[in-house]
């Protein structure tokens, strides 16, 4: 429940980006119970599938969106896999790593790659109501 409302208290649209499918992601957010939080699943699938990080996976999630380059820049792109945080930061994108053991060898080597770093999700959750309480970014 906790999850499900600082998910929803984001501004904006929430979109799930995946190298599973949309069959995989539904059944973890099910799981969570947060399947009603997301706008959208862009999976494998709708990447033809090209994985992140490929850039062509990147271009063709902008194309499946929609997006230009002034909604890029106020697109905050989360990711547990740093490698994946590359083609999303020189898009124009603000990244977040959500930090984990697996790959701190690669947060070492393209650590200018992403803007926030963060223990868990919650965590993120908290910070972003907290700056958005005091008006800052």
């Known amino acids: 429940k906790y999850l499900k409302l600082k998910i929803e208290a984001l501004e904006g649209k929430k979109i799930i980006f995946t190298n599973a499918t949309s069959k995989h992601a539904l059944k973890i957010l099910n799981i969570l119970e947060i399947r009603e939080s997301f706008d959208q699943i862009v999976d494998i699938k709708d990447l033809e599938y090209i994985p992140k990080p490929d850039k062509r996976s990147y271009q063709k999630l902008?194309?499946?969106l929609k997006l230009d380059q002034e909604q890029l820049k106020k697109a905050i792109f989360l990711e547990d896999t740093v490698k994946n945080l590359i083609?999303?930061?020189?898009?124009?994108m603000t990244t977040v790593w959500i930090k984990n053991s697996i790959n701190?060898?690669?947060f070492i080597?393209?650590?200018e790659s992403i803007d926030y770093s963060f223990n868990s999700i919650n965590?993120?959750?908290d910070q972003i109501k907290m700056r958005g309480n005091n008006g800052s970014r």
């Open 62 to 64: 902008l194309a499946c």
């Open 87 to 92: 083609p999303a930061k020189e898009l124009g």
């Open 104 to 106: 701190k060898h690669d």
């Open 109 to 111: 080597k393209n650590f």
């Open 123 to 125: 965590e993120f959750l």
